[in-house]
């Protein structure tokens, strides 16, 4: 997926340990198998390959991951998207993406994709690191983890049990940080070492929206879509679903209010963000 995934698992017994971290890491490499664009072999590549043809056979949790997709698009008005229309093709390396209104044809019945244009293809770089997370939290929790925290490229983190303190990259003042419990947290902005990265699928062009988002929930799929989504929107919609909370930097220097409380209903809620803590709490 282009990034470095990190686990940490706490507890006494460091072989089991050990071993359901290892199995976590192979729930992360097999998304990344099967889900990016630019492998060959990958079910993402058959499906891009065969746009404009024949429908492609999928098994049930990308068919549900996929009507996840659809749902993110139509909750967020479109400033989420997986799926591109490329003038030089269908998802070539380096051909500019356009976004397209034919959606992709999800039969259900017969676990089928068809992507009707033949220069379509579908992305999933904005959900796919939560994803493989949420694969990977699942994994550790069955093998009987209690207390371990993970992300991917540190812009999405997932804690099992906690509390766990993150550091937020913007505020005003720096120093920003989230304590979290048996949930997710995504990050987005406009700045780093790619400035002006996020664009607005709608039309193509650099999102400026809001400076930085953060966003919090049980699911770290659902904050990774929902992130890069209020960067293009710049405020969180009447449409976003119950249990998500986020908090967005301005355009100018990415500011978060002095103090800021999150919270998240449902089972094991309990994760507070706060903003500007310094001196040596930092």
Not at 51 to 76: F, H, I, K, N, W
Not at 207 to 213: E, L, P, T, V
Request: charged content about 25%; overall charge negative; hydrophobic content about 40%.
């Amino acid at each position: 997926m282009g990034t470095r995934f990190e686990l940490v698992l706490d507890g006494q017994d460091a072989t089991r340990l050990r071993a359901a971290g290892e199995e976590a890491i192979e729930a992360i490499e097999d998304a990344h198998r099967r889900l990016s664009r630019f492998k060959r072999g990958s079910i993402i590549s058959e499906i891009n390959a065969a746009a404009g043809s024949d429908p492609v056979y999928v098994d049930d949790e990308l068919l549900d991951l996929l009507g996840r997709c659809e749902r993110y698009r139509v909750q967020t008005g479109g400033a989420f998207d997986i799926v591109f229309r490329a003038a030089g093709g269908a998802g070539e390396a380096g051909s500019e993406p356009i976004c397209t209104n034919r959606r992709p044809i999800l039969d259900i019945d017969t676990r089928r994709v068809a992507l009707p244009d033949p220069c379509q293809y579908i992305d999933l770089g904005g959900v796919a690191k939560g994803f493989a997370l949420d694969l990977a939290a699942e994994s550790l929790r069955e093998t009987g983890v209690e207390r371990a925290l993970l992300h991917g490229g540190t812009s999405t983190i997932v804690a099992i049990g906690g509390p766990w303190r993150i550091g937020l990259p913007f505020g005003d003042p720096p120093g920003a940080r989230v304590t979290l419990e048996n949930l997710a947290l995504s990050v987005s902005s406009q700045h780093g070492d790619r400035p002006g990265h996020v664009l607005d699928p709608r039309t193509g062009k650099i999102a400026d929206g809001a400076h930085a988002a953060a966003c919090l929930a049980r699911s770290a799929e659902q904050t990774d879509a929902w992130a890069t989504a209020l960067v293009v929107l710049g405020c969180l919609p009447e449409s976003a679903p119950p249990g998500l909370t986020a908090v967005l930097g301005s355009a100018d220097r990415g500011t978060l209010p002095s103090e800021q409380r999150w919270t998240v209903e449902g089972p094991h809620a309990g994760a507070v963000a706060i903003g500007s803590t310094h001196g040596a709490d930092r």
